[in-house]
Each structure stands twice: as structure tokens, then as C-alpha cells.
């Protein structure tokens, strides 16, 4: 059974937040590239990737439109390969607990029906 997911969280994601905040973060990525030494961004990014696990926790479908967006996963795997440490550890966290764990789920169900 999974949990109730909180009244802010549903809001936010409903008025878009969850897709602006995933724009955010690639477009940044974009902007700045990958090997970004610029503490606003690396700041930018680490708080964006905390905001997607507070927006991902336990709910399915936010993982779900996360992962249909190309462009985000492109950014995260960007990231993993960023020379900062904690930025890479935020990003491989939010990456193995919620996107993978979820795309791994889709294909598995795709292969199997």
C-alpha cells in the first residue's frame, strides 16, 4: 500500500511544477554544461534535484512523466559526470531512487505484457 501523497505536493504538480522544475534543471544544463564550476548553478541544480525526490516520493506518475522526458534524463546523466561531488551524489540518489527504479519497473512490464 503506498502512502497518501500530501496536498502540496499534488498541487504543485498539477499546476506544472514538477515539469518546471525537470525544464529547469536542462536548461541550466544546457547553459552551463555539464563541467560547470559556477556555484549558482551547481546551488541550482542540487536544490532542483532535491525538490524532484520531495516531488517523485512515492508517486508513480510523477516518476512516470519524469521519465518520458528526454531531455531530463539527459541531464541527470550529464551530472553523474559533473567533477562535483555533491552534485553527483544528489543526482545519483535521486537518480537510483526514483527514475531508474522506475524506468527498470516500465520496461520490465513492457517485456512482460
Excluded at 40 to 68: G, H, I, P
Excluded at 70 to 90: G, T
Amino acid at each position: 500500500m503506498s502512502e497518501p501523497v500530501p496536498l502540496a505536493v499534488l498541487s504543485m504538480c498539477l499546476l506544472g511544477g514538477l515539469q518546471a522544475v525537470a525544464e529547469l534543471l536542462s536548461r541550466d544544463n544546457e547553459v552551463s554544461g555539464s563541467d560547470t564550476h559556477n556555484a549558482f548553478s551547481l546551488t541550482l541544480r542540487r536544490y532542483a534535484c532535491m525538490t524532484l525526490t520531495n516531488l517523485t516520493y512515492a508517486d508513480s506518475t510523477n516518476k512516470t512523466v519524469l521519465c518520458a522526458m528526454p531531455i531530463v534524463l539527459r541531464a541527470l546523466v550529464s551530472q553523474l559526470r559533473s567533477p562535483e561531488e555533491e552534485l553527483r551524489q544528489v543526482t545519483q540518489q535521486f537518480s537510483v531512487e526514483s527514475l531508474l527504479l522506475m524506468w527498470y519497473r516500465n520496461v520490465c512490464q513492457h517485456l512482460n505484457g
